[in-house]
């Protein structure tokens, strides 16, 4: 059934204002969700209010329904919530335990804390471990991988909890072109093993090549919604102080038709697929 924000405002303890309002969202299984938005417009708030934290942990006032699977979130209990929502920090020390001492046992560190059995915990976290490229630093201490192998290895850790869903919130505003790469590469194996996935991001050229609709906030409110191809060409875009694609620019000022769902990298492919090589 998915995850679904119906008719949400929510306004932290002691804020003069909502820090969103009247968010109507619903996310499918299995897609793959980028959310845009300059500093201030709510992103990070509305991955609060999908993994639960607000208003389980950050107390407000919440108008409107979560609803997870047909129960509002604020119906459920935390130990059942962080099993079906996953939640990967912007910075990845924040996510370690620090008291671990392999890649290995970082990874089964949550599940231990559950109770979940032995064997079951053996196959998450070679499930995990594969999924995310990772088996071979199975060995290796945490704190002496590089900065996209750690944030891997998060994301590997909330991955063999099994949720459902999983947010990241700017995962890669800390990381080299090369660490952001893996980062991307595993989220798109996220979505293949079926999972519903939603991105806090600000690298707008990736979005456009990996996610199949983009959310963009301004002000706390939704402005527009819809596959990178007709969000990027919105006669509004360039209000919500959001930066495009330069490609998707290019074509605008080059008069190009209609995005495709999926806006190509490679600048022949880009030319020929708009049909603007006349043009040049």
């Not at 968010?23 to 993994?51: H, M």
């Not at 996953?86 to 599940?111: D, I, K, M, R």
Request: proline share 5%.
């Amino acid at each position: 059934m998915g995850l679904i924000l119906r008719d949400v405002s929510f306004a932290y303890a002691g804020a003069a204002r909502d820090a969103l309002t009247g968010v109507n969202l619903a996310l499918e299984t299995g897609r793959f969700y980028g959310v845009l938005g300059a500093t201030g417009a709510g992103k990070s708030t509305l991955c609060n209010l999908l993994t639960g934290l607000a208003p389980h942990f950050l107390k407000g006032t919440l108008r409107g329904e979560v609803i997870l699977d047909g129960t509002p979130t604020t119906a459920l209990k935390i130990d059942d919530l962080v099993t079906r929502v996953g939640y990967v920090f912007q910075n990845p020390f924040e996510q370690l335990s620090h008291v671990t001492y392999t890649v290995e046992a970082e990874v089964a560190f949550g599940l231990q804390n559950l109770g979940i059995p032995a064997d079951e915990i053996r196959s998450r976290v070679e499930w995990a471990l594969r999924l995310l490229h990772i088996e071979s630093l199975r060995d290796r201490y945490p704190l002496n991988l590089s900065g996209g192998q750690l944030q891997r290895l998060a994301v590997a850790s909330i991955l063999a909890m099994r949720p459902s869903v999983i947010v990241l919130d700017e995962p890669t505003s800390q990381l080299d072109p090369q660490g952001t790469r893996e980062v991307f590469d595993a989220v798109t194996e996220m979505r293949s093993a079926g999972l519903t996935v939603v991105l806090v991001e600000h690298k707008v050229e990736l979005l456009a090549s990996h996610v199949d609709e983009l959310v963009v906030l301004a002000d706390g409110r939704i402005v527009s919604h819809g596959p990178p191809s007709g969000v990027f060409a919105d006669g509004d875009f360039d209000q919500w102080n959001v930066e495009r694609p330069q490609l998707a620019t290019l074509a605008l000022r080059l008069g190009g038709p209609s995005f495709h769902q999926r806006l190509p990298l490679q600048v022949e492919e880009f030319i020929d697929s708009f049909g603007l090589r006349s043009r040049l």
